[in-house]
């Protein structure tokens, strides 16, 4: 059973750094591609960044390109996202997101299968 809790999120400056985690109860992990997505106020949930089940592969949206790395850890079940030169406009609720199937690193939500509960950031300008 797949089972994604996040941790790491909190309120930092504009230009500070963060790094979240995503750790899966289940025994499956290394054959999932993973994701990260956030959700602003007012707005619909958005891909951040995913990584392929080996890690080989990666994928990020343009917005956090140069600033943002998805990392994952098999032996641990653990899924990164290293945050830096942080922007007022990443605050967010950020989640991360399992794909069964593991083919592919999807940019859509509807091709995640399973969800954490989400960890807060903010970013004060």
């Known amino acids: 059973q797949v089972q994604l809790v996040e941790s790491g999120g909190g309120l930092v400056q504009a230009g500070g750094s963060l790094r979240l985690s995503c750790v899966d109860s289940?025994?499956?992990?290394?054959?999932?591609?993973m994701g990260w997505f956030r959700q602003a106020p007012g707005k619909e949930r958005e891909f951040v960044a995913g990584?392929?089940?080996?890690?080989?592969?990666?994928n990020y949206a343009d917005s956090v390109k140069g600033r943002f790395t998805i990392s994952r850890d098999n032996a641990k079940n653990t899924v990164h996202l290293q945050m830096v030169s942080l922007k007022a406009e990443d605050t967010a609720i950020y989640y991360c997101?399992?794909?069964?199937?593991?083919?592919?690193?999807?940019?859509?939500?509807?091709?995640?299968?399973?969800w954490g509960q989400g960890t807060q950031v903010t970013v004060s300008s």
């Open positions: 289940g025994r499956t992990f290394r054959t999932y591609a």
């Open positions: 990584i392929s089940r080996t890690g080989g592969s990666t």
């Open positions: 997101a399992a794909d069964l199937t593991g083919l592919r690193v999807g940019v859509r939500t509807y091709e995640y299968d399973y």
